[in-house]
C-alpha cells in the first residue's frame, strides 16, 4: 500500500470513528434524557450533563467554522470535561478504596472460616517449589518484573522501611526509564491514589464509615463481625461502581464531541454519503430543541444495524494502518495517521485513566536524573507521612508491589519467597499457598493436592482475593 492509498484509508477511518461517535450521543440522549436516569448522581455531574443536548446540537454549526472559531466551542466543552474529571475523583477513591478494603479484610475472614487442622503443622517446601518453578518458567525480564510484584502483593511485606524504600527506589527507576517529565508527574499522581485512595475521599458518610472500618483491628475480629463488614463493604462498592457508569457514560459523550470539533474538517466530512446518519443527527437535535425525547423510538431500531456497520470498517482498518505503521517512528507519520493515533486519546474508556492521570505539566522532554530523584524522594515522603496503624500500612505496602515492576533478579526473588515462607504461620501460609496456586497452577487445587491437611467447609471460599 503506497502513502496515498494509506492516508485516504486513514481519513475513512477517521470518518468512521467520528460517525460512531454521532451515534454514541444518539443512543445517550435518546434513551436518557426523556426521563432522569441517573437518581444518585452528583448533582455537580447532573449540571453538566444538562449541557450534553446543547453541545450535540451545536455540532452542526461548530463544525462548519474554520478552526480559529471552533476555539471558544472547543473550551467550553472542556472545561465542562475537566468539571466531570474533578468531580468524579473522589467517587472512584471510594470505590478504590472499598475495594482495597475488601481484598484486606477478606484474607481475615478466609482465615477465620478455613477450619485449620492444629495438628498438622504446615510444610512450605512444596509451595516453594511450585513458586520455583513458576518463576523459571519466565524467560522475559518484563514478565519476571510484572509476576514477581504480583507474587509479592500476596505475601504479607516483612521488608525493613530502608528495604521497602530501597524496593521503591529501584522500581520507580525502572518504570520511568526513558520518561517525560509530564508522565512521571502524571504517573506519580496516580501511584499516591493507588497506595492511599483514602487521602481523595470526599467529606460524607461513607467516608465516615469507610474509616471507621479502615480503623478497625481486624484479627481481633470474630468471623460473623467480619462478614458483616465485607457486607457493608460491597454494598458501597455496588453503589459507588453505578455511579462511576453513569458518570463514564456522560465522559463518554462528551469526549465523543469534543473528537468531531477538533478533527471533523465540515458537516460534507461527516454527513456527505451517510444520509440515514444525518438524518438520524438532525431528528435527534428536533427533539433537542422541542425538548421531547418520546419521538426516540422512530430512530432507535436503526440504530444497532448502523453502529454494527460502521464498527466492522473500523475494526478492518484499524488492522491495516497498524500494519502499514508498525515500528514507523512517530516524526514519519502523515497527518492524517497522526490523528487516527490521536483519537484513541478522546475514547470515553478512558475515562478513570485520564481521572487518574490528570497532569498540568506540559513539559514533554525526557527528565533527568535529579528531576527523577527529587519524584520519587516526594513519593516515599508521601507514603512514610502517612498517618495509619502499622499493621494497615503494611497490607497498603503489600498491596502496592501489585501496582510496580519488581526490581528484584530471579535468585533474590527466590531468597526472599524462601525465607518469607519459612516464617509463615499455618493459617497464613495456607491462606497464601491457595491464592498463589489459584493463579499459577489452578489444577493441583482440582487435584485436591494435601496443603497441610487444610480443608474449608465454606462454599464461598474461593481463597483468591
Known amino acids: 500500500?503506497?502513502?496515498?492509498?494509506?492516508?485516504?484509508?486513514?481519513?475513512?477511518?477517521?470518518?468512521?470513528?467520528?460517525?460512531?461517535?454521532?451515534?454514541?450521543?444518539?443512543?445517550?440522549?435518546?434513551?436518557?434524557?426523556?426521563?432522569?436516569?441517573?437518581?444518585?448522581?452528583?448533582?455537580?455531574?447532573?449540571?453538566?450533563?444538562?449541557?450534553?443536548?446543547?453541545?450535540?446540537?451545536?455540532?452542526?454549526?461548530?463544525?462548519?467554522?474554520?478552526?480559529?472559531?471552533?476555539?471558544?466551542?472547543?473550551?467550553?466543552?472542556?472545561?465542562?470535561?475537566?468539571?466531570?474529571?474533578?468531580?468524579?475523583?473522589?467517587?472512584?477513591?471510594?470505590?478504590?478504596?472499598?475495594?482495597?478494603?475488601?481484598?484486606?479484610?477478606?484474607?481475615?475472614?478466609?482465615?477465620?472460616?478455613?477450619?485449620?487442622?492444629?495438628?498438622?503443622?504446615?510444610?512450605?517446601?512444596?509451595?516453594?517449589?511450585?513458586?520455583?518453578?513458576?518463576?523459571?518458567?519466565e524467560e522475559e525480564n518484563k514478565t519476571l518484573q510484572e509476576n514477581g510484584g504480583l507474587l509479592l502483593s500476596i505475601l504479607n511485606c516483612n521488608m525493613t522501611k530502608d528495604n521497602y524504600k530501597e524496593y521503591v527506589n529501584r522500581s520507580l527507576n525502572i518504570l520511568f526509564e526513558e520518561a517525560t517529565e509530564k508522565m512521571i508527574d502524571a504517573t506519580m499522581e496516580t501511584l499516591k491514589?493507588?497506595?492511599?485512595?483514602?487521602?481523595?475521599?470526599?467529606?460524607?458518610?461513607?467516608?465516615?464509615t469507610l474509616l471507621n472500618i479502615f480503623n478497625k483491628k481486624y484479627d481481633t475480629m470474630e468471623e460473623e463481625e467480619l462478614l458483616q463488614t465485607l457486607e457493608t463493604l460491597d454494598s458501597i462498592g455496588q453503589k459507588y461502581s453505578n455511579k462511576i457508569g453513569d458518570?463514564?457514560?456522560?465522559?463518554?459523550?462528551?469526549?465523543?464531541?469534543?473528537?468531531?470539533?477538533?478533527?471533523?474538517?465540515?458537516?460534507?466530512?461527516?454527513?456527505?454519503?451517510?444520509?440515514?446518519?444525518?438524518?438520524?443527527?438532525?431528528?435527534?437535535?428536533?427533539?433537542?430543541?422541542?425538548?421531547?425525547f418520546s419521538m426516540y423510538e422512530n430512530i432507535e431500531k436503526n440504530i444497532e444495524s448502523k453502529y454494527e456497520q460502521i464498527l466492522q470498517n473500523i475494526t478492518r482498518n484499524e488492522k491495516i494502518i497498524k500494519k502499514q505503521v508498525y515500528k514507523k517512528p512517530y516524526d514519519e507519520y502523515t497527518d492524517a495517521i497522526k490523528v487516527c493515533v490521536s483519537l484513541d486519546d478522546y475514547s470515553g474508556l478512558n475515562f478513570e485513566k485520564n481521572v487518574l492521570f490528570k497532569s498540568k505539566c506540559n513539559n514533554t522532554n525526557i527528565a533527568n536524573k535529579k528531576f527523577l530523584d527529587e519524584k520519587i524522594e516526594e513519593f516515599i515522603s508521601f507514603i512514610n507521612n502517612l498517618s495509619i496503624d502499622n499493621l494497615m500500612f503494611k497490607k497498603l505496602k503489600q498491596q502496592f508491589f501489585f501496582y510496580i515492576p519488581c526490581p528484584l533478579g530471579l535468585n533474590a526473588l527466590k531468597i526472599y519467597f524462601k525465607n518469607a515462607l519459612d516464617g509463615l504461620k499455618d493459617e497464613t501460609a495456607v491462606l497464601f499457598s491457595y491464592k498463589f496456586l489459584a493463579l499459577a497452577n489452578p489444577k493441583i487445587l482440582d487435584e485436591n493436592i494435601d496443603l497441610g491437611h487444610h480443608h474449608c467447609c465454606d462454599e464461598s471460599c474461593n481463597h483468591n482475593h
Open 1 to 137: 500500500m503506497n502513502k496515498r492509498e494509506l492516508d485516504i484509508l486513514a481519513i475513512n477511518y477517521i470518518k468512521d470513528k467520528l460517525s460512531l461517535n454521532i451515534l454514541n450521543n444518539v443512543y445517550e440522549i435518546g434513551t436518557y434524557f426523556d426521563e432522569d436516569s441517573y437518581n444518585d448522581m452528583d448533582n455537580g455531574i447532573k449540571a453538566i450533563k444538562e449541557k450534553l443536548p446543547n453541545h450535540f446540537y451545536n455540532i452542526k454549526s461548530v463544525i462548519s467554522k474554520d478552526f480559529d472559531r471552533r476555539k471558544p466551542f472547543i473550551d467550553d466543552i472542556k472545561q465542562d470535561i475537566e468539571n466531570i474529571e474533578d468531580i468524579s475523583l473522589p467517587i472512584i477513591a471510594t470505590l478504590k478504596f472499598a475495594d482495597l478494603l475488601v481484598s484486606i479484610i477478606s484474607d481475615y475472614y478466609q482465615i477465620k472460616i478455613a477450619k485449620i487442622d492444629k495438628e498438622v503443622k504446615f510444610e512450605p517446601q512444596f509451595i516453594l517449589s511450585e513458586i520455583y518453578n513458576f518463576l523459571d518458567n
Open 247 to 292: 458518570i463514564g457514560a456522560i465522559y463518554g459523550c462528551f469526549m465523543d464531541i469534543l473528537a468531531i470539533y477538533n478533527f471533523a474538517i465540515d458537516t460534507d466530512y461527516i454527513f456527505k454519503d451517510d444520509f440515514m446518519l444525518k438524518d438520524m443527527y438532525y431528528y435527534t437535535c428536533e427533539m433537542i430543541e422541542n425538548k421531547d
Open 193 to 208: 491514589f493507588k497506595f492511599a485512595p483514602f487521602s481523595y475521599l470526599e467529606e460524607n458518610e461513607d467516608k465516615e
